[in-house]
Every structure is written in structure tokens, then in C-alpha cells.
């Protein structure tokens, strides 16, 4: 809450959202497969293609998310003329 108003124009919840996404979504994607390999609906390398094939498609997804969530156009100032050595300084003094 301390740093709500300094992050607001990073927009922290999207980011965390994203990373949340590929970490928790595969974890449990894996576990689910794995459960069907012990109750033998899949045998392990079919499991594995499976969980390598599903991935594959989620970067997809996940990227696309995350060309939205970490834009650079949070760090551009178009109000003055582009000087990446501000837009750096933004970044680490907030």
C-alpha cells in the first residue's frame, strides 16, 4: 500500500499476474500429468509430450501477455524529447 502511488504507472498487478501465470499453470499442469501417468492413462512418454507440447502453446499465450504486461511504453516519457538516461533514472529513484 507504502508504494501504490509510485508503482501505479507500472502497473505491478498485470506483471505479477503474467509471472504467476507460466509458474503456477505449468507446476500444476505437470502434477495433473503425472497423476494420470500413476492412474495409467498415459504412459510417462506420452505424459511428457504432452506436457512439452502444452507448454509450447502457452509461450505463445504468455508472450503475447507479456509484450502487453512489460511494454516499454511505461518507460517512454513522449512529453519530452527521448533521453534514455531519464527514463532510467525513473526507473531506479521511482
Known amino acids: 500500500m507504502g508504494f501504490e502511488e509510485k508503482l501505479h504507472y507500472f502497473r505491478p498487478f498485470s506483471k ?14 505437470f ?3 503425472i ?7 498415459f ?16 509461450m505463445v499465450v504468455a ?3 507479456h509484450s502487453f504486461a512489460f ?3 511505461d518507460f517512454v516519457d513522449y512529453s519530452k524529447a ?7 533514472g525513473k526507473v531506479l529513484i521511482c
Open 71 to 73: 511494454s516499454y511504453k
Open 82 to 88: 527521448q533521453n534514455p538516461i531519464r527514463n532510467l
Open 16 to 29: 505479477f499476474v503474467c509471472i504467476k501465470f507460466v509458474i503456477f499453470f505449468s507446476f500444476w499442469q
Open 35 to 41: 497423476l494420470l501417468t500413476k492412474f495409467d492413462v
Open 43 to 58: 504412459s510417462h512418454q506420452t505424459a511428457s509430450f504432452i506436457q512439452d507440447m502444452l507448454i509450447c502453446l502457452e
Open 63 to 65: 508472450a503475447i501477455a
Open 31 to 33: 502434477c495433473f500429468l
